[in-house]
DNA sequence: GATAGTCGTTCCACCTACTGGAAGGTCAAT
DNA sequence: ATTGACCTTCCAGTAGGTGGAACGACTATC
């Protein structure tokens, strides 16, 4: 399968197949013409890296997670350690945007409800 | 005041004071000596960039929002506007990071609760 | 057989927002 | 005179791609 249709397939961008290639994530086979030649377990991996970013694991965290999926004789608690620290961060983060959603949310209602020369929005952000 | 105190004034890294500097955000002054010599104007611009930065603007949106709160002929609905944008990208981002974070987290219970050879994480990121 | 249009290839540069480090200059204290 | 903590510039690297140039390959049509 050429890299167009393996981009419809994975939902990937054909240049992020090539970039993931290059990063050693696939390797896929290649025609007489130079053309890669994505096979069954190619698509397979390049699909379970795509969810593994749509997760928000990192592009390493992917590979290693990839790495287990294939290694038979993986244990869970690895799997489990990647995951449960990537969940970690991920809760982290969601309470880090909550914070800011607040306090500009705040001022932007503030602004709202004013109309005076100075923008509360401003005021705010240089420190009131 | 050299870069250093400026740093501690500001809570920004030096380095990234200098990197501010380098595009455009700041221009303090010189001292014979070559060093920076930042005024008290400086320090409140550098102040404004690194809170807007907090709430998630980027530097572009910074350098805008500086720039009106500058002019003092600015009005709110362009502030407004920018801010509310933000907002936006903000909620969609929590949205997506809360549904990360339930899958995943179901992924995490499921993988608990189960010692088969295959970890569910895993059966979860190659599609089932 | 020529041509057009859509594929494919590589390679290099660019993006955001910094950060790290090397090589070297300056200053205050001892 | 030397140490240590500053300062300077410049170059490279980070993550995870994305855009574009320059060029080759394949298919369909005339």
Redesign the interface.
């Known amino acids: 399968m050429n890299i167009k249709d393996a981009s419809k397939h994975t939902g990937l961008p054909s240049k992020t197949i090539r970039y993931y290639e290059d990063i050693g994530l696939v390797e896929p086979a290649r025609l007489a013409n130079g053309y890669r030649d994505f096979s069954d377990n190619d698509l ?1 991996k390049l ?2 890296i795509g ?2 970013r ?3 694991f990192s592009i390493d965290e992917c590979r290693s ?1 990839l790495a ?2 294939e290694d ?1 004789t ?1 244990t ?1 608690s690895e ?2 350690s990647i ?2 620290a ?2 970690k961060r ?2 982290q ?2 309470k880090e ?2 914070q ?2 607040a ?3 705040d ?2 209602k503030r ?2 409800n ?2 005076r ?1 100075d ?1 509360p ?2 005021l ?4 009131d």
Chains 1, 2 share one sequence.
């Not at 705010?124 to 420190?127: D, K, P, Q, R, V």
């Open positions: 397979e699909a379970f969810r593994g749509a997760l928000g997670l287990l999926y038979r993986h869970h799997v489990r995951a449960r990537h969940l991920i809760d983060k969601i945007m909550q800011m959603r306090t500009l949310n001022l932007v602004c709202n004013d109309d020369p923008c929005i401003l705010g952000l240089a420190g």
